[in-house]
């Protein structure tokens, strides 16, 4: 089982929409959850990070975490095509040790 | 406040041959942790430096070295390239460490393995 996992995509969805991705991890101890948001040919972005369950809220986009089931997503309200990007979950496993799950392709059609 | 800086941008080197990359923190941080970045693997965690010291090591061959610096500048060096060492490599540091800090990423060095 891989550490972090995300589903690849791509993940389509209409300007305007809410785009959902979702990200489980392994280690029961992980304590520090991150998203980053990667365009082609640049280098990732950090867009949210999350240390408690329930969801973290800054502007558009919303983190949500739950540990008990092992899983952190990312709602990004309102799309807008530039945020057409690969979304990379990160998770800080105990040990302080940084693993990042494959990324999800997301596109947001006008 | 200035990113992190990676140096250089673009590396084209041949089978066998060693190169060192460079990578200079956001300042007042103090871990440096380094990827690589292949279309087929993904990102790939190589090792985590704090207080010159290295705290973390992912599996890559022992080829793939590194080293921080007093000033929290960090190198890290691949010795006998391969073909399939061509991949984006990243840099990221955060504020004390990597433990519960958010890491923020240079552009990177796109090393291109003849």
């Known amino acids: 089982q891989k550490e972090v996992e995300q589903n690849s995509g791509p993940l389509s969805v209409p300007e305007g929409a809410i785009a959902s991705l979702n990200c489980t991890y392994s280690?029961?101890?992980?304590?520090?959850f991150f998203w980053y948001r990667q365009y082609s040919g640049k280098s990732p972005e950090l867009i949210m990070f999350i240390y408690s369950n329930g969801d973290k809220e800054d502007g558009r986009f919303t983190a949500q975490l739950n540990k008990a089931s092992q899983y952190v997503s990312l709602l990004i309200r309102d799309s807008q095509p530039s945020d057409s990007a690969t979304y990379l979950c990160a998770v800080n496993l105990s040990g302080n040790d940084m693993r990042f799950g494959a990324g999800t392709r997301l596109t947001v059609k006008p | 406040k200035a990113g992190v800086t990676q140096t250089p941008r673009y590396l084209i080197k041949t089978r066998g041959q060693q190169v060192t990359l460079s990578c200079s923190p956001i300042?007042?941080?103090?871990?440096v942790s380094w990827y690589q970045q292949t279309p087929g693997q993904g990102l790939q965690f190589l090792f985590e430096?704090?207080?010159?010291?290295?705290?973390n090591k992912g599996n890559f061959p022992g080829r793939f070295s590194g080293r921080q610096f007093s000033n929290s500048r960090s190198e890290m060096n691949v010795s006998t390239l391969e073909l399939g060492d061509s991949a984006l490599y990243l840099c990221?540091?955060?504020?004390?460490?990597?433990?519960?800090?958010?890491?923020?990423f240079g552009d990177g060095t796109r090393l291109s393995i003849l």
């Open positions: 280690d029961r101890g992980s304590q520090s």
């Open positions: 990221a540091s955060s504020l004390v460490d990597s433990y519960n800090q958010p890491q923020h």
């Open positions: 300042s007042g941080h103090r871990s």
């Open positions: 430096y704090f207080s010159e010291t290295q705290r």
